[in-house]
Structures are given as C-alpha cells and as structure tokens.
C-alpha cells in the first residue's frame, strides 16, 4: 500500500482520550498490559498526508485572522459528493457549515418541531442523538431495527408508520450508514423508509457522518437522493471528521436542497454567533477531499475491512456465546454477550471490566440500547486488532473472568 496503516502511533500525552480514558468506571488494567484503544469512534492511524500538508501550508503564513470560506472549500464538497457518490445537481447555495453533526441536529430539529415533541429514532442508537435530543428536551421515541433470518439489521417499517402515526411525530433522524450497527441501507430500504415519512409528514435529520468508510465493496446512498420528495424533506449532515480522523479540529457540513428549511436551519445555527469556522479545518477539508485523499480513503477501507473480517471469523471460532450482525460500514462492531454471560454466570459489568483489566479498552453498548452489548472499535493496525483478539480469548472469554 501507497500509505501507512501499520505503524503503531504513540498518542499518549497528544490529546486523545482513547488512550487517556477509560470509560469504565472503576475498570482498572493490570500491571504489565498496554491499553489498546477499542471504544471511541477515532482511529488509531496518523490521517491522511494531504490533510498534514493542507494545514502545514496554511500555517506557514503567521496571520489567522478573520475570513470567509474558500470557494475551494465549497468545490471541494460538490466534487467529493460527485465523484463518490454519482450526485451531479449538488450546489454551493445547498452546503452549510456547522461545527459539529450533534449541533446541526439540534438546529434542525428546533426548526421542524415545537420545544418538547417526540423525534423517532431507530434503536440501537447512537448515545450522540440520545443525549444532545433529551438535553434540549425532546422526548425519543424509539422503532427498533430487527434482524432477519440471515441475521441482517432491518427497519421495521410497519413500526415506524404505526409510532408515527399514533404518536403524531413530524420529525425523524436516520443514520445512514448505521451506528452502532453498521448497516449500509440499500436503495431499496431508502425508498421505502423515506415514503413511510412521506406519508406521515414526517421531516428528516440524516447523519451520514459514516458515509465514507464502507467495507467489502457496499455503496452508500443519500437518503435524499431516492426521489424528489425525500430531497425537499431531508436535512443531511456530514463531517470529513470521521473519515479522516479529524474530531479534535472540529468542522462539518449540512446539505439542504430545500430552500425554506436552509434559510432557517442557518439561521437558527447562527443564533450563537459560535457556529463559525475553524481557518484550519477549512483547509483540512480542502486537502482531506482531494484526489489524494480520496487515494488514502480507498485504501483505508481495504484496511478497515480486513480487521474487520478478521475479527468477526476470530470471535465467531473463539468466543461462544458472543453475537453480533457483520458490519457493512463504519469500522464499529457491536456485540451480544448475552448468551456468554449467562452460561458463565457473569454480568456484562464483569464482562467489559475482564476486557479493560487485560488492556482492551471497549465500550459499554448498553447506552446505545443493547442490554449485553459491548461496542468495539476496529480502526488500528492489523497486529493491535490481533493482540487485542488474542487477550480477549486468554483472560477473558476461554479463560475466563476474575
């Protein structure tokens, strides 16, 4: 490969809680193991060189002063949605600036509802919707995803019609690709997902944050790209953020076709006077969706989706009684150890502490609406993703909890 995905970066004491925190409580890690960090969505790879060089240049001219967003900037945007996902009608007068996904949320739900109604969420669900909804004091109501007979993820469409019928919900936010299930939604699901809120009048949120980092050759689809209707009722954010492992400069993007809803959900994001752009994460966007990133993305996906079959064949031989549907995007796997925990006699408590006392930080899944769920993620080097197997099967699953 052209870039680095190998190397194991040291990034203590450089500002990253994956490997500062544990999010445990109480969880401790013996003496004698290194932490491997698998729980907060950032990855454990430098970012792509032309994001380093887009930033280095910039910094190079000692003046950060007030300024305007780069028409590069917009281009860049256009471009990368054009040559990655085939959409051809995307102008500059549709894109916006928000600092943060969460943030261009809840702008745009204080648009389509009133203070206090009910949003519809799939569940699980990413803590990220839960939290920022229910601190400005929306109430969720939640449609659970289900699995088939292949064990894939589904929307329950009849569910969602009936909840936002009978609950007179106006307002739905759908991740696309999932998280934490890691589901690409096909055309297909899309259509009909998007014809549910049709009929219901139902506005949609759609994080698509996860867009980029599809594994084993899925393709992803803009929820307001299936027809023209869902165009005009779908407000679309994304972030190179997750992509190019760029949380701590914060920076992302909504795409709004209608103009009614863009006029106001700009306004109200505006309302702060703090929903304003970072000179360098202007120009990290502009290195990260250029040619030479779109390169690095292509072969990040490749690395991504090695760990992740490799894991999911290792914990499938190694670890019985541990469920979990395989992702088809994002670089998250989430866990079922209920069966495991009640054959062993152990809570999922003990469980996730087993993990962190041998060194594999992960994350707690029952936040995100799984009562034995563990959320791993599988964003580092193949060896650390080994390692990481190896100790799970050691000191905790095969052999075992303290």
């Known amino acids: 490969m052209k870039y680095d995905f190998t190397t194991l970066m040291d990034r203590h004491g450089k500002d990253a809680i994956a490997l500062d925190h544990i999010p445990i409580p109480d969880a401790q890690i013996r003496t004698g193991f290194s932490r491997i960090p698998m729980w907060v969505a950032d990855m454990n790879f430098p970012t792509a060189p032309s994001v380093v060089n ?23 945007v256009i471009n990368w949605h054009k040559t990655r996902n085939g959409i051809q009608d995307l102008t500059r007068a ?47 109501v939640h449609s659970p995803l289900i699995r088939d007979e292949k064990g894939i993820w589904r929307m329950d469409f009849d569910d969602m019609e009936q909840k936002l019928r009978e609950e007179k919900i106006h307002v739905a936010v759908f991740c696309s690709p999932h998280n934490p299930c890691g589901r690409v939604w096909e055309q297909w699901e899309i259509e009909k997902a998007m014809d549910v809120f049709r009929r219901n009048d ?33 407000v679309t954010l994304y972030a190179p953020s997750k992509t ?15 103009p009614y809803l863009r006029d106001r959900v700009e306004k109200q994001s505006s309302l ?37 079959e490799y894991a999911c064949s290792y914990i499938t031989t190694h670890f ?74 050691r000191f905790v699953f095969s052999g075992g909890t303290e």
Not at 111 to 139: M, Q, R, S, W
Not at 223 to 232: L, T
Not at 244 to 258: D, P, R, T, V
Not at 352 to 364: E, F, P
Request: proline fraction near 3%; glycine fraction near 10%; hydrophobic fraction near 40%.
């Open 272 to 308: 702060s006077h703090y929903n304003s752009c970072n000179v360098l994460s202007m120009h990290a966007l502009i290195g990260a969706y250029s040619p030479e990133g779109a390169e690095w993305v292509d072969e990040l996906r490749q690395v991504l989706s090695r760990n992740m």
């Open 202 to 234: 139902c506005y949609v949120i759609s994080d698509e944050i996860w867009s980029d980092l599809l594994l084993d050759g899925h393709r992803h689809i803009p929820a307001y790209s299936v027809s023209e209707d869902a165009k005009m009722r779908t």
């Open 94 to 140: 549709c894109i916006g600036y928000e600092n943060g996904v969460l943030g261009g949320l809840i702008s745009a739900v204080r648009v389509l509802a009133e203070d206090g109604a009910k949003i519809l969420i799939h569940t699980p669900a990413y803590i990220g919707f839960t939290g920022c909804l229910t601190n400005n004091g929306y109430h969720i």
């Open 54 to 76: 887009a930033i280095a240049k910039r910094i190079a001219h000692p003046a950060f002063g007030y300024f305007d967003i780069r028409d590069e900037y917009y281009d860049a």
């Open 244 to 258: 190019f492992n760029l949380a701590g400069l914060i920076g992302a993007y909504h795409i709004i076709y209608n």
């Open 320 to 393: 019985k009684g541990v469920s979990f549907a395989k992702p088809e995007g994002t670089y998250m796997l989430f866990l079922d150890c209920e069966a495991w925990c009640r054959s062993h006699n152990k809570t999922i408590d003990a469980l996730q502490r087993a993990g962190i006392a041998c060194g594999v930080i992960w994350q707690d899944g029952r936040p995100f609406g799984g009562a034995y769920s563990i959320r791993m993620n599988l964003a580092l080097p193949f060896s650390l993703v080994e390692e990481a197997m190896e100790r799970l099967d």
